[in-house]
């Protein structure tokens, strides 16, 4: 974690500068978990779980529920 | 300003996600398609009732099947670009190009071929609806479980370079990795629930068209994704000379 980006040369690329985790973590909590809920109602939303009543999502995502390696029914 | 460059990769991330989701789509609908046709036909010829349509087969396959694929794509390709955020500066010494690519290809491998290789993807037919609960569990849990091993995998690999060198750091970094996810294979329970009857053929290639689904939208994200994030974080002359070539737009 300490060591230092190397000086851009001629020669070599420049290494990416990295990130500080602090800047990351806001949005990787909003929007990791934001993203998360997108994949539960794709993936298992009205298969294994229910949050919306009927089997209207379910039927909706049908083709790609299957298609995308997620067991549907 | 790292603040911003986090969001700029986000959002770029986000829509090289649905980039991709769009030749994932083309894929699906060309490749997986007629072989969910023919699998509904054995489920229609072996079923005892009729339900109720819900949706109907043509908006299943077209406008249901978009937005399933679509959202996976964009909500993947956030949590990616959340990834390649981390990643970046952190991988040795990669570009932001090929830092995408290799992120793209071991997201494929960890959170896709992993839990395929033990849960492989179902057609209609396939799968008694009694299991979905533990067939959903099994899945989503092979799913988090490749990804936790194939960060594991990376933090040995960083450890073990100081005193093996990269090369040997990332053989081991590698055998564990399958050494661990065989261990998995072993001991989580198998799941064969396919019909007497079913034909080979069919499920063979609606296995394959499925993992040709998958390997078009992680290899489309990462190109995509990669090109972006080259020019966001390096618009330097060699970025200069790249785009002075006429290159496909990122749409």
Redesign the interface.
Known sequence: MAQHVAQPTASTPALPAKLPIGAIAPWASFFGILMLVLLYFVGAEQGATSVASGDDVHEWVHDARHLLGFPCH | M??T???NL?VRGMLAGLAAGVLALAV?YFL??PD?DKAIGFEEAHAHGHEAE??SRG???T???????L??G???G??AA?AY??A???MG????RA?ALLLSGSALLAV?VV??LK??????AV?D?DT??K???L??LMMLLGALLAIAAIVLGKRLTPGLGTWWATVVAVAAFALAVGTAYAFLPAVDEVPAGFPAAVLWR?RL??LA??TTLWAGFGLLFGELAERL??P?P?TAAATARPVAAPH
């Open positions: 790292n603040s460059t986090v969001r986000l699906a997986g398609e969910i819900l949706v908006l299943q396959s406008a249901g099947l978009a937005t399933g694929v959202v996976y964009v909500a993947f956030g949590i959340l955020c981390f970046l500066g952190r010494r990669l570009s932001p830092t896709y839990p395929f849960y492989p993807a179902n057609p209609p799968g609806p979905i609960g067939r959903t569990t899945y989503f609606f068209s499925a689904v998958q974080l390096n330097g060699e």
